[in-house]
Nanobody, 124 residues
Framework: QVQLVESGGGLVQAGDSLRLSCAAS????????MGWFRQAPGKEREFVAV????????YYGDSVPGRFTISKDNAKNTVYLQMNSLKPEDTAVYYC?????????????????WGQGTQVTVSS
């Protein structure tokens, strides 16, 4: 069974850092695009970042450039989201997602597989 499992969330203070991990099991995600999305209470799911497995190209949402970095470890079949200078408005459930087409858009509906999410809470 193919699964994505996120970890690394928690409660931090504004200005702190966190690193989220997304471990993929059941198959290799070579050729996929792997994205991070987040959803705050009462809000729509928001695109955060994407990395394309083929060429490691990356793209970020408007609210996070310069603070967040997406990366991957092929050997571990794992994608990371390094989050620095966290702000209270970054508080959300963060989801990892896989796009089998490899394109990796900013739209959640283009992604085929989702993890269960990990909570990130940033206090002021």
């Amino acid at each position: 069974q193919v699964q994505l499992v996120e970890s690394g969330g928690g409660l931090v203070q504004a200005g702190d850092s966190l690193r989220l991990s997304c471990a993929a099991s059941g198959r290799t995600f070579s050729g996929y695009a792997m994205g991070w999305f987040r959803q705050a209470p009462g809000k729509e799911r928001e695109f955060v970042a994407v990395i394309r497995w083929s060429d490691r190209s990356t793209y970020y949402g408007d609210s996070v450039p310069g603070r967040f970095t997406i990366s991957k470890d092929n050997a571990k079949n794992t994608v990371y989201l390094q989050m620095n200078s966290l702000k209270p408005e970054d508080t959300a459930v963060y989801y990892c997602a896989a796009d089998r087409s490899g394109i990796g858009t900013i739209y959640a509906y283009d992604y085929d597989l989702w993890g269960q999410g990990t909570q990130v809470t940033v206090s002021s």
